[in-house]
């Protein structure tokens, strides 16, 4: 006589309690993003990994076809005011959901003039290696350029709000 072993239950859904408690913890280490916009990429980067790491799947916040459920909309207007500065907040607060307040952000941030575009493409083209420099390294060379070219492209890659 056996018994068939039935699968374990699958463990129950967090609640918004406890992402919000999650996501606290991760938000201490997002940097405040500043009203002049000099660290929006690395802020969005952050903002991202850490609704990531609290929702426990990945998230792309610069996909244009993003659709949030009311948890994951509650958990970014969280984390965008807690991470913004005091003077962008009144804007982002009055919007609808989060994806709305991040959608205000990245409008406001991303490089979209023509002018802005060639001033990055001129600053790629000034990027020079000194090969005479026996304190310059390749890669941190390459990671400056890769890291130029993204900001370039940046723009063509964010959500179209």
């Not at 903002?47 to 929702?55: V, Y």
């Not at 996909?63 to 005091?86: G, Y």
């Amino acid at each position: 006589m056996t018994q068939a072993i039935s699968p374990a239950p699958p463990p129950p859904k967090p609640t918004s309690r406890e992402l919000s408690l999650v996501l606290h913890k991760w938000l201490p280490n997002v940097p405040k993003l500043r009203v002049n916009g000099d660290n929006f990429q690395t802020w969005t980067v952050m903002i991202q990994q850490a609704l990531e790491s609290a929702l426990g799947y990945p998230i792309a916040l610069i996909n244009e076809e993003l659709v949030l459920n009311a948890n994951e909309d509650m958990l970014l207007k969280m984390a965008l005011l807690a991470t913004i500065d005091d003077n962008i907040k009144v804007g982002v607060a009055e919007c609808a959901s989060g994806l709305d307040g991040f959608c205000l952000i990245s409008e406001t941030f991303t490089l979209r003039s023509h002018t802005s575009h060639i001033a990055i493409m001129k600053q790629i083209l000034e990027l020079k290696f000194n090969h005479l420099d026996q304190a310059v390294d390749l890669d941190t060379h390459f990671c400056n350029l890769i890291s130029v070219w993204n900001m370039a492209t940046w723009w063509s890659r964010t959500p179209r709000c």
